[in-house]
Nanobody, 115 residues
Framework: QVQLVESGGGLVQPGGSLRLSCAAS????????MGWYRQAPGKQRELVAT???????NYADSVKGRFTISRVNANKLVYLQMNSLKPEDSAVYYC?????????WGQGTQVTVSS
């Protein structure tokens, strides 16, 4: 049974920083793309950032220059460093991992940016 567990969410003031972590338990072979998505109330889930096994990254325009995604392949970990946070970054953030045949999702962690 594979599980993705996110951590690191919380309440932060505008301009602050948070680091999200996601760890996979269980057996997953050949994780290709790891990523972070988010969903705000009343909105569709959207891509935040992805990183391939080769280290290529992709970011939503809204977070470029503020967020950094990274991964540790051996430990099945993916991180999202979020700086200069804005109220519009408030959402539930979901971790995502993809193999050739399967897609896995975490349960989500809440990020709230408010003064």
């Amino acid at each position: 049974q594979v599980q993705l567990v996110e951590s690191g969410g919380g309440l932060v003031q505008p301009g602050g920083s948070l680091r999200l972590s996601c760890a996979a338990s269980g057996t997953i072979f050949s994780i290709n793309v790891m990523g972070w998505y988010r969903q705000a109330p009343g909105k569709q889930r959207e891509l935040v950032a992805t990183v391939t096994s080769a280290g290529s990254t992709n970011y939503a325009d809204s977070v470029k220059g503020r967020f950094t995604i990274s991964r540790v392949n051996a430990n099945k970990l993916v991180y999202l460093q979020m700086n200069s946070l804005k109220p519009e970054d408030s959402a539930v953030y979901y971790c995502n991992m993809n193999t050739r045949s399967r897609t896995y999702w975490g349960q989500g962690t809440q990020v709230t940016v408010s003064s």
